[in-house]
């Protein structure tokens, strides 16, 4: 089988209606989402033409079904139900890290969906929280078992990109201590033990990406895409250097030329040659694209 697999929005739209819980996701020639290929990481890509509102804003049904047949193509199970109960198990304590940067946020939404999805596998509320800056004070995540990774992708003055990888940078006291050589060993923070081994999901938000800025903290709707997508790994270097070769591709078409992150996107590669937390190899990701596919990118 192909490392690149693709439905079409008509059949993903299909299965999203199938059922309230989630969608039975249908591949082409309608067969069941087939186990991870061996030696590579699988990387789901899923958009939605529906998912964001007249106002640019997503909405939460369409989030929950993107959300729900992601996780199946993701795990290969034959349902949504049973995918998500191979994440979280009753008794994990987990945290959901998410980003709340004013501009360009998680989103309530995503944090929504997968809390619902994580409570009903099990968790007990009480063992669930959602958190950013506060996670070294947070007594959930001081004592988690679990973490849920989820960011949106954004040019990034330090970085070149805020990333998954990156978004763990809270879980130490003085982040700037990491941005020297553009943020190259940020990796290392997934070797701290609040974080080692405990990650059992990655989603990188991409309804809205921010593709080109300037200085710090800088944010112009005019740099923004609406590309209506979320990414969804178990490998975090996989889902960030999909994303990466997103941002890039947009900037090619809104420049018109071949126009670089400044500073470079470097610990992306730094995390999978130095580091090995996953791969960034194209060759070595297995990129499966459901629904809309118009200017994709990848």
């Known amino acids: 089988m192909s490392a690149h697999r693709s439905i079409s929005r008509r059949q993903f739209m299909k299965s999203a209606s199938a059922a309230a819980f989630g969608s039975t996701l249908l591949l082409r020639g309608g067969t069941a989402a087939a186990p991870p290929q061996a030696g590579k990481s699988r990387v789901v890509l899923i958009r939605d033409l529906n998912v964001l509102d007249e106002n640019g804003q997503p909405k939460a049904a369409a989030v929950q079904e993107m959300l729900d047949a992601g996780i199946t193509a993701l795990t290969g199970k034959p349902d949504a139900p049973a995918a998500w109960k191979t994440l979280v198990h ?165 420049f018109g030329d071949d126009r670089p992150l400044n500073p470079p996107a470097k610990h992306i590669t730094v995390a999978d040659t130095k580091y090995h937390l996953g791969t960034s190899d194209p060759q070595k990701i297995e990129l499966i694209k459901i629904g809309y596919d118009k200017d994709i990118f990848v």
Not at 214 to 224: A, C, R
Not at 231 to 246: E, K, Q, S, Y
């Open 90 to 254: 009753p008794g994990d304590v987990t945290g959901l890290k998410n980003n709340r940067w004013p501009y360009l946020r998680t989103t309530p939404e995503v944090e929504g969906g997968l809390k619902k999805r994580i409570l009903e596998a099990g968790v007990k509320e009480a063992d669930f929280a959602v958190d950013d800056l506060g996670v070294l004070k947070n007594p959930v995540f001081l004592r988690s078992t679990a973490l849920i990774n989820a960011r949106p992708m954004r040019s990034h003055h330090w970085a070149g990109v805020g990333s998954l990888i990156k978004n763990y940078i809270m879980f130490i006291p003085d982040p700037s201590v990491i941005h020297p050589d553009s943020c190259a060993d940020l990796a290392s923070l997934w070797d701290l033990p609040l974080i080692k081994g405990k990650t059992r999901l990655n989603v990188l938000v991409m309804f809205t990406p921010q593709f080109h800025s300037f200085g710090p903290h800088s944010f112009n709707p005019k740099y923004v895409w609406k590309y209506h997508g979320l990414i969804l790994a178990f490998d975090p270097v996989a889902a960030d250097a999909t994303g990466l070769r997103i941002i890039e591709a947009i900037r090619r078409e809104y």
